[in-house]
């Protein structure tokens, strides 16, 4: 199982980016897909993730700004971003939570990390 995350970039503060995420490879369900991120010095934490049944979560920071959605492909999944802050920049992380085999247990997969960076 692969993840690979798009997007991320520069952008001034009041601006927007898109970050998309694509899971392929042997997955049999997934049961929710989303984005963390890690700032220097910081543990990682949930910015947003949407559940299979479509139910979505937002960290309180970021509600309101941003909008996670599934992409019309398989298996991807969008965060569109808003006025974004400068407090928003951090390296943000695909995750999924899926079984690669009907047998298998349920595991968290990650992808590479992509970095997005808010100037004031």
């Known amino acids: 199982v692969q993840l690979q995350a798009f997007g991320g970039g520069l952008v001034q503060a009041g601006g927007s980016l898109r970050l998309s995420c694509a899971a392929s490879?042997?997955?049999?369900?997934?049961?929710?897909m989303g984005w963390y991120r890690q700032a220097p010095g910081k543990q990682r934490e949930l910015v947003a993730d949407?559940?299979?049944?479509?139910?979505?979560n937002y960290a309180d920071s970021v509600k309101g700004r941003f909008t996670i959605s599934r992409g019309n492909a398989k298996n991807t999944v969008h965060l569109q971003m808003n006025s974004l802050k400068p407090e928003d920049t951090a390296v943000y992380y695909c995750?999924?939570?899926?079984?690669?085999?009907?047998?298998?247990?349920?595991?968290?997969?990650w992808g590479q990390g992509t970095q997005v960076t808010v100037s004031s």
């Open positions: 995750n999924a939570y899926l079984r690669s085999t009907s047998w298998g247990s349920w595991n968290d997969y």
């Open positions: 949407i559940l299979s049944g479509g139910k979505t």
């Open positions: 490879g042997s997955i049999v369900s997934i049961n929710a």
